[in-house]
């Protein structure tokens, strides 16, 4: 099937200038003088949906809802971000959505007609995929709220987190897509870890770019990690984490990566070790004494 979305009008060039130049959509086609109407049809060859605008002597008459949009999800961080550096570079104002969602998923722009549209960063697809002996390793997606409910909802599992499970899948689903968003904005963020022989998800690791000052530091690179219980004690932390710090040093090129541990937490304190990483200085995070972890890429 395909899809058209048809709209009137009084701007036609401009519209047309707008969703091309700005948006990057192609002219499919265009027509004059039919029946008293001008058009335009713009898509891509390859999508089979597209907008059409015409134009006639005949005002439009728009009455937008402010909850009124369309939402462009691209597939990459490029193409995602080559939309927001085109729409920064034209000078368009971002808008304030009256629909929180898209203020969490998105942002959002008016076109020449001031109806609005969404850039949505919730569809991309992360290259990166990590396969180890008994793992894969890859972006963490909205299907695994599940997963990820059953992981933050056991206080076991919080009792070096601060003490705070979810309690309800709507946390779940909001973390998701927070660390969806560090993927756009930073490139990296935490990955599922799905067991190669059943497909579970069993948990998520992997490196973030941390923005807020901690032990003294800001804007570097952390390695972390949190599996399901049933998971814990088989390799399953040491594995996928030797297999974040290898990809962080040799193709991400990260100049030094660090971690950090509640003082109490020997399992993730023996995984940082047995990986290699070197014990720094104890420090205190929101009242809770933690151990400060570095190790430098000795190939830079
Ligand atoms: C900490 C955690 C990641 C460990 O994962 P895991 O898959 O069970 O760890 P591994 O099986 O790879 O074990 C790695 C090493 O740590 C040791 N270890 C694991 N859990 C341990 C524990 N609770 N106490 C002491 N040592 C432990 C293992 O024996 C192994 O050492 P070894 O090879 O010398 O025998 C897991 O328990 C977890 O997700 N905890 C909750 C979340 C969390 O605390 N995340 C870390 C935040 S900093």
């Not at 979305?5 to 091309?20: D, G, K, M, P």
Request: with cysteine; aromatic share 14%; net charge negative.
């Amino acid at each position: 099937m395909i899809l058209r979305i048809a709209r009137h009008t009084n701007n036609l060039q401009l519209i047309t200038e707008f969703y091309t130049q700005i948006l990057g959509l192609e002219v499919l086609g265009s027509f004059e003088n039919h029946c008293n109407y001008n058009g335009c049809f713009l898509g891509k060859s390859n999508l089979n949906w597209h907008l059409e605008f015409t134009e006639s002597d005949e005002l439009a008459n728009h009455h937008f809802d402010d909850d009124d949009c369309i939402v462009f999800y691209p597939e990459t961080t490029d193409e995602y971000n080559y939309l927001i550096a085109s729409i920064k570079n034209n000078n368009i104002n971002f808008v304030i959505p009256k629909n929180p969602y898209w203020k969490d998923n998105g942002k959002m722009i008016l076109d020449p007609d001031g109806f609005r549209i969404v850039i949505s960063h919730l569809r991309i697809k992360m290259n990166i995929t990590i396969e180890t002996k008994r793992l894969i390793l890859r972006e963490l997606l909205p299907s695994d709220d599940e997963g990820m409910f059953r992981l933050d909802s056991n206080p076991n599992v919080h009792e070096f987190l601060g003490n705070k499970p979810v309690v309800s899948i709507e946390e779940s689903q909001k973390y998701i897509d927070f660390i969806r968003k560090q993927y756009v904005e930073n490139g990296i963020g935490r990955y599922a870890v799905i067991l190669k022989e059943t497909n579970e998800f069993i948990g998520w690791c992997g490196i973030k770019f941390i923005t807020e000052f901690e032990n003294n530091h800001v804007n570097f690179y952390e390695i972390g990690y949190r599996f399901i219980e049933d998971y814990w004690g088989y390799g399953f932390g040491y594995e996928s984490a030797k297999a974040w710090l290898d990809y962080g040093f040799k193709t991400l090129k990260i100049k030094t990566i660090y971690a950090s541990a509640h003082i109490e937490n020997m399992g993730s304190r023996r995984i940082l070790e047995k990986i290699g990483m070197q014990q720094k200085n104890e420090f205190d995070s929101e009242g809770i004494k933690c151990i400060w972890y570095e190790l430098e890429n000795k190939a830079i």
